[in-house]
């Protein structure tokens, strides 16, 4: 028995917080049982999906294929009459069917997210070498209550952040390996950074990560200044990337729109007389309904993101948020509220986006001082304790860097949760920051300094607790709500 466990405790850490991270994500993930945010656009799209209706959107496609294939395969609504869902674009609660269950539209976000845990264990114990520290840090990614609430929706981001991480942990297990850079690595990074960008178009960011495994591949030719390897490599690695990518995301195009063969009420979405009479022949299956189709769907997207107003922070009742005050958890948002009084006492359930403090601070200031590892490097020429970390450091602050940039310069309304694909980076980059600066300590498994590590895991746990009544919908009176409101600038809003 000793000697059994003594081979596979290696899998005992990763089992561990696997469950806990279903036990986090998918307990009682059907409440409420109501619509909140973007669950009133999304569940009707996976409808259309499910009955063959036409829709356009937003985003691309496969988040709200994956909601259709979870709703088809449990059948938890098939008695129900679901007409309702697809005659519209954004469904009001009232007009749901009565006793519509939520499990199987929220089941690939809340459950994708349960597991990504796995792949951020693995990045972490690949990066820091070092099991309990990966553990650690992994209950950063379980115990934040915005990824939770979040996650535990028929929304987006469980299921894009599952894909990120995928991408992430199958570059650093390409680098961290002892076998040579083939072009199949390429070609298989490029296949999921594809599953990203086809959930929502922000994930784009992950195109980095082909450029990370390059210059990992090429870095003593790039060192050594040799072009014409560089050249050569580049000519074969870019194709094996950006074929599986492209043929990825056009395929879950071609599926949404082969699909795609009725218009329900009066839902053509701008649609072309081309692509509509595609639709009334039942050709969007063939090239030419294909081709047409998805030229319309794209020329929607883009008119839509053009639309989009501007953020306006004098508005009364603006959700969203500047990207700049992202970071300190600006502007928490209420997207559900259930007030009842009971012997003449308020109570009110809430579904509210905030953030565990300790998560999202102890976050910023690993970028913090990662940026300042930056600068005292390449500014001041300090010395470098270990090229290996520091050289990952420098992969994950410049993911982080650039994604905010890039949202700095958007104008239109932004809001929280976007801030959620850099708040993973960050969580990674700190573990990494950790390593590099207690290196020798982690080496030796000093025991002060796994103490105040595991401390550090029990504040966020004990915060994520504090503030799970947001998060689960546990009712609590106003008088307990405020006190949850740690800062001002949240801008949560109490309901009385």
């Known amino acids: 028995m000793l000697a059994t466990l003594k081979t596979y405790h290696r899998f005992a850490y990763p089992l561990l917080l696997l469950t806990v991270s279903l036990l986090v994500y998918m307990t009682a993930y059907t409440s409420p049982r109501a619509l909140f945010w973007d669950e009133n656009y999304h569940v009707t799209s996976a409808q259309k999906h499910l009955d063959g209706v036409m829709y356009m959107e937003t985003h691309p496609p496969l988040g709200k294929m994956l909601m259709a294939a979870s709703e088809g395969l449990l059948g938890v609504n098939a008695e129900l009459d679901k007409s309702a869902l697809t005659r519209t674009s954004h469904i009001s609660g009232e007009a749901l069917p009565e006793n519509f269950s939520f499990a199987g539209m929220r089941l690939p976000s809340t459950l994708l997210m349960a597991l990504s845990v796995l792949f951020m264990y693995g990045i972490l114990y690949r990066l820091t070498g070092h099991r309990l520290v990966a553990v650690a840090f992994s209950c950063l990614l379980i115990f934040d209550n915005a990824l939770v609430v979040h996650s535990r929706a028929a929304m987006l981001e469980g299921i894009q952040l599952f894909f990120i991480l995928a991408a992430i942990y199958y570059l650093v297990r390409t680098v961290t390996h002892t076998a040579p850079i083939r072009l199949r690595h390429y070609a298989i990074l490029g296949a999921l950074v594809g599953l990203t960008v086809s959930v929502k178009a922000n994930g784009a960011i992950v195109l980095l990560l082909l450029v990370v495994l390059f210059f990992v591949d090429q870095w003593s030719n790039i060192k050594a200044l040799r072009v014409l390897p560089v050249v050569k490599r580049l000519a074969t690695s870019v194709p094996s990337a950006v074929a599986p990518l492209v043929m990825v995301f056009l395929s879950t195009f071609y599926v949404h729109i082969a699909t795609g063969t009725e218009i329900a ?19 969007t299956h063939t090239l030419s309904g294909f081709t047409v189709g998805m030229r319309d769907q794209w020329r929607f997207m883009a008119e839509y993101s053009d ?134 300590q982690i080496l030796t498994n000093n025991r002060h300094t796994l103490i105040n590590l595991g401390i550090f895991v029990a504040l966020v746990i004990a915060v994520f607790a504090y503030f799970s009544p947001l998060t689960y919908g546990i009712p609590i009176t106003p008088e307990q709500f405020e006190q949850r409101q740690w800062f001002d600038f949240w801008m949560m809003q109490v309901v009385r």
Not at 274 to 280: K, P, S
């Open 307 to 440: 639309g989009v107003p501007r953020l306006d922070i004098c508005k009364p009742g603006e959700n969203g948020s500047p990207a700049f005050a992202w970071p300190g958890g600006t502007k928490s948002i209420s997207y559900r509220w259930d007030r009842e009084e009971v012997d003449g006492q308020v109570k009110v359930a809430h579904i509210y986006l905030v953030a565990n403090p300790m998560v999202w601070f102890s976050a910023l200031l690993g970028i913090v001082l990662s940026v300042g590892l930056l600068i005292s490097r390449y500014v001041y020429g300090n010395p470098v304790k270990d090229v290996r970390l520091f050289g990952w450091i420098a992969v994950f602050t410049g993911l982080y860097l650039s994604y905010m940039i890039v949202m700095l310069q958007i104008e239109r309304v932004m809001y929280l949760y976007h801030y959620l694909v850099p708040l993973v980076f960050a969580i990674i980059n700190l573990a990494l920051v950790f390593t590099y600066i207690f290196r020798a």
């Open 265 to 283: 009420g009066n839902q053509r979405y701008k649609a072309s007389p081309e692509y509509l009479t595609h639709i009334r022949e039942g050709t």
